[in-house]
């Protein structure tokens, strides 16, 4: 099976896609334990960073810099493994044609 590099990754209703890191991105320090990059409002479950990586944020916008072998785990999901290097994280959007506005889609 041919290597190839992936660019993109969802989980849910959280997406990963590969950037680079911003200047004044300031780090962020795991909570008890963990990198949490989003929770469900309704459920309660959390999308987990894990293994050598490190959480860093800028305006409201989280980017994992990973430095070796790391996944992203969820109660409701299969772990996914994580490539080496800068990841942005973002929410998953949904038009309402009803209301006609986006919002982030609700886990």
């Known amino acids: ?3 190839r590099d992936i660019d993109l990754i969802v989980q ?5 896609f590969k950037s680079e890191m911003p200047v004044g991105a300031t780090k ?11 929770t469900g409002e309704t ?3 959390a999308h987990v960073a894990g293994g050598e990586v490190e959480l860093y944020e800028l305006e409201g916008v989280l980017y ?3 430095a070796g072998p790391a996944e992203i785990t969820h109660e409701e999901h299969l772990p996914l493994a994580l490539e080496l290097g800068t990841w ?5 959007r949904e038009f309402d044609p ?8 609700a886990d």
């Open 43 to 45: 459920t309660g479950h």
């Open 98 to 105: 009803f209301l006609e506005e986006c919002r982030n889609v």
């Open 64 to 66: 994992l810099k990973v």
């Open 1 to 3: 099976m041919e290597s």
């Open 88 to 92: 942005q994280v973002g929410i998953v």
């Open 28 to 38: 962020v320090d795991p909570v008890a334990g963990r990198f949490v990059i989003a």
């Open 12 to 16: 849910g209703d959280v997406f990963l």
